[in-house]
């Protein structure tokens, strides 16, 4: 059974920052892949970040490329994402996920999910 939690969201201006946590009940190096994905209201659950666990080769959305970071601690079985620069467009809702193949922006290919933390910009 794998679980993922993340936390760390909240409420901030346009322009400022936020770090997201997702602790897994796994060494997150077991997995092929972890990520960030993110969803508003309304619309398609999009993915933000990606990292191979064990190579750490990243990739980002080009809406956030320049301002966001994903990185991982193996030895605290964590993942992060540094949250630049945000703007009200990234408001939603983020959750952390996980995978045993291959890195892919499509948030049906993933298989395990966090239960997700709240991100809201104001402008």
């Known amino acids: 059974q794998v679980q993922l939690v993340e936390s760390g969201g909240g409420s901030v201006q346009a322009g400022g920052s936020l770090k997201l946590s997702c602790a897994a009940s796994?060494?997150?190096?077991?997995?092929?892949?972890m990520g960030w994905f993110r969803q508003a209201p309304g619309k398609e659950r999009e993915g933000v970040a990606t990292?191979?666990?064990?190579?750490?080769?990243?990739d980002y959305a080009d809406s956030v490329k320049g301002r966001f970071t994903i990185s991982r601690d193996n030895a605290k079985n964590t993942e992060y994402l540094q949250m630049n620069s945000l703007k009200p467009e990234d408001t939603a809702m983020y959750y952390c996920?996980?995978?045993?193949?291959?890195?892919?922006?499509?948030?049906?290919?993933?298989?395990?999910w966090g239960q997700g933390t709240q991100v809201t910009v104001s402008s």
């Open positions: 796994a060494y997150t190096y077991t997995y092929v892949c």
């Open positions: 990292i191979y666990t064990l190579s750490g080769i990243t």
């Open positions: 996920a996980a995978n045993f193949a291959p890195c892919t922006v499509r948030a049906d290919r993933f298989g395990y």
